[in-house]
């Protein structure tokens, strides 16, 4: 068959064949134009409108540069709303690190394959139903009358829980309402997101490298900490970017869990929302942007991302 009786079909595929570069550029220019426009155009959006200003008096938005907003975003009042939400984001990061290696590391090293599905199925089983249902539900379970205050109360704990509720950082009336409680359930609902990069980030670490390690006397201390966390290193930094970002960003769990102390979430949706100041909302979406990015930065110059 010559090329004049090709189908027009088989004419364009050769066309494209014969132009690997052009047809690369057709594929991908549909999803980069959409993340050019519709998200990095947001982002520049929202950049540009936190360099803006409320008129106090009208109430209006003034188009004019100046860095009013920013000063205002490190009053007092704005700043521990940055500082509240930064270190509770750090704790949850540790914490979930610290919760999920001996989890992945059973299931890279140990588990069979039945297990190991099963572990799967566990750990995604969650992520599968409403994220709305799964913090209400906390809610229930850390209440007054939820089942771990009777639990502690069974243990003859219930003092050692006043205790902790009565401290003035974490305290609070309830589990239900208090950095202690909110802590609890941002560790649940992000746990997943951390055990996973790191059980795929042990799988990596050939066995050879643990039994040589062994062979040449180290003691399992020393090779967990000589070459498997090194090894295991990229995962929890891959790990870390979820919980930490999802935790600097997310505004149900301290809305539901939380009291009058407000968290980045909050003061966003408050000033874009009830308030109507865009200029100070868009500042506060700033932060954990700026804050992703220095850690970015730091993981890509400590060499977190080379095995990835």
């Known amino acids: 068959m010559n090329a004049a009786a090709a189908s027009p079909g088989r004419r364009l595929s050769t066309f494209f064949y014969q132009r690997p570069t052009l047809a690369l550029i057709l594929l991908l220019a549909p999803p980069l134009l959409w993340l050019g426009v519709v998200y990095l155009g947001s982002l ?16 209006q938005v003034v188009r004019r540069f100046t860095l009013a907003t920013y000063k205002d975003l490190f009053a007092p009042a704005n700043l521990d709303i940055v500082i509240r939400t930064a270190s509770m984001a750090a704790a949850v ?9 001996p989890v992945a590391y059973y299931m890279a090293r140990y588990a ?10 566990g750990i995604l089983l969650p992520l599968w139903s409403s994220y709305l249902v799964r913090v209400y539900s906390w809610k229930l ?12 109360a069974q243990l003859r704990l219930d003092g050692a829980l006043e205790w902790m509720l009565a401290l003035p950082v974490i305290g609070g009336p309830s589990l239900s309402v208090s950095s202690l409680g909110m802590f609890v359930v941002f560790l649940y609902v992000w746990l997943p997101y951390m055990i996973l990069p790191i059980e795929a980030a042990l799988e990596r670490v050939p066995t050879s490298f643990i039994e040589a390690s062994g062979d040449l006397g180290a003691r399992p201390r020393e090779t967990f900490r000589l070459v498997i966390l090194p090894l295991a290193f990229p995962g929890i930094i891959a790990g870390s970017i979820f919980t930490f970002s999802l935790t600097l960003g997310d505004f149900i769990v301290p809305y539901v869990l939380g009291n009058s102390a407000l968290f980045i979430g909050q003061a966003v949706l408050a000033h874009q929302g009830t308030a109507g100041n865009i200029p100070l909302a868009a500042a506060f979406t700033v932060v954990p942007m700026a804050i992703m990015a220095v850690y970015l930065i730091g993981a890509k110059k400590a060499g977190a991302f080379d095995a990835l």
């Open 141 to 152: 379970i850390l209440a007054k009358e939820g089942i771990i205050n009777w639990g502690l």
């Open 112 to 121: 069979s394959d039945r297990i190991k599905a099963l572990l799967y199925l």
């Open 93 to 101: 990061t540790v914490a979930a690190a610290v919760a999920a290696f």
């Open 44 to 59: 520049f959006s929202l950049v540009v409108q936190s360099f803006f200003s409320l008129d106090g008096f009208t109430g």
